[in-house]
């Protein structure tokens, strides 16, 4: 277990915020998990979960005790006529993984591609892009308690997936240790640390298409039915064609959520606006796209000192400040929060729709 003090985040954040943990627990498998906590100065401390840091804003110095995930290994635990089980460790970068098993011939993760960040933080925000979610491919997740260093596994009905959302973006009230069971009820933010993901992709398989994005890629490719190598080059090239290298300018994807209304409230928001994007859900409910809503306000490429809204996508916001000491201090937490809570403002006196931030914010 390697422990360090006073450590800078910015480069473990995707936003590429200036900012320190006091504390910073590099956790490389459950051993390590287990030796933190058995260390009375720090066992008992409140702990943050870090992945890649791709669905996070930090607002300050982070106090509680960071801890990075680092776990690596990734695997084909099983294979049936109906599927391939396969596993990554929770560090694993989570495109690194698509592309692997993709190359291994294990498809089905192909819509999914080029997403930031790490497979352990995929079940956290159940990451979704072209029709499919994390949930659509969910085995189960090997978890750690942060309290009793037990360790446990959580099938899919457990983690309560919604969208952008599961039992792992939720704190807990209870205060006793996690007991068989347990997990379903209680809300597991920075209780438990995820160790393993497996996913579940079905045999035959069947590319899912439908997403405008790339519908408009079979018409230009006049293709009828692309292998999943394919879709994966489309998806590749369509996120690269819309959204922000975080390499290059510092974001976190999608800053917002996409809002659900129902059709009356739709229809007063076509009364005030026609163009207005919607998708119509299986439930019946409307889902409203962000994007669109926040654009028609007028907030592409405006900014609050050096956080910027995304030019050629106005559900991302930027750091318009550079990614490294050499480019300046970058944005702040504070202004990007500044800038966020302008667009919910302007986004609810012109719709009536509050919107909700999609990360995580420290
Ligand atoms: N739009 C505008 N102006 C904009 C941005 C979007 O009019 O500035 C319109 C587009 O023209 C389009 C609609 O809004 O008609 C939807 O845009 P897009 O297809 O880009 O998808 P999105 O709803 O903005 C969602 C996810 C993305 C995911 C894509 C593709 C959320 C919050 N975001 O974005 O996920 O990659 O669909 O499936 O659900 C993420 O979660 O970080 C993320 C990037």
Not at 152 to 157: D, E, R, V
Not at 309 to 328: M, S
């Amino acid at each position: 277990m390697l422990v360090e003090k006073n450590v800078a985040l910015r480069a473990f954040n995707t936003f590429h915020i200036v900012a320190k943990a006091h504390t910073l627990v590099h956790i490389s498998g459950e051993a390590d998990v287990r030796e933190l906590l058995a260390e009375p100065e720090l066992g008992t401390l409140p702990k943050f979960i870090l992945g890649g840091g791709s669905n996070i804003v930090l607002t300050g110095d982070v106090k509680p005790v960071v801890l990075k995930v680092e776990i690596t290994g990734r695997r084909l635990v099983q294979e049936t006529s109906k599927a391939f089980i396969v596993e990554a460790g929770a560090g694993e970068n989570w495109h690194d993984f698509v592309t692997w098993t993709l190359a291994q011939g294990y498809p089905g993760l192909e819509n999914l591609a080029l997403i930031p960040g790490t497979a352990g933080a995929a079940p956290v925000q159940n990451i979704g892009a072209y029709g499919v979610e994390l949930q659509d491919r969910f085995e189960s997740v090997d978890a750690i308690d942060l309290q009793t260093g037990q360790v446990f596994t959580l099938n899919a009905a457990q983690c309560a997936f919604g969208y952008r959302d599961s039992v792992f973006k939720h704190s807990s009230v209870a205060t006793s240790s996690l007991g068989a069971g347990d997990h379903q009820a209680l809300g597991l933010k920075d209780r438990a640390l995820i160790l393993r993901v497996r996913l579940r992709l079905p045999r035959p398989w069947k590319p899912v298409l439908g997403y405008a994005d790339l519908d408009k890629k079979m018409a230009i490719h006049v293709c009828a039915v692309p292998s999943a190598q394919q879709l994966y080059d489309w998806v590749c090239e369509i996120r690269r064609a819309k959204l922000p290298d975080p390499q290059v300018m510092g974001n976190v994807g999608s800053f917002f959520k996409n809002p659900t209304v129902t059709p009356e409230q739709c229809a007063d928001i076509i009364a005030r606006d026609p163009k207005v994007t919607y998708y119509h859900l299986t439930d019946g409910t409307i889902k409203l796209a962000a994007g669109w809503l926040i654009d028609s306000c007028g907030w592409r490429g405006k900014s609050v000192g050096n956080a910027g809204v995304y030019e050629k996508q106005a559900l991302v916001l930027v750091n318009l400040g550079g990614n490294d000491a050499a480019c300046g201090t970058g944005t702040t937490g504070g202004e990007v929060m500044t800038l966020a809570r302008a667009i919910q403002t302007s986004v609810y006196e012109r719709f009536g729709i509050r919107l909700e931030p999609e990360p995580v914010i420290v």
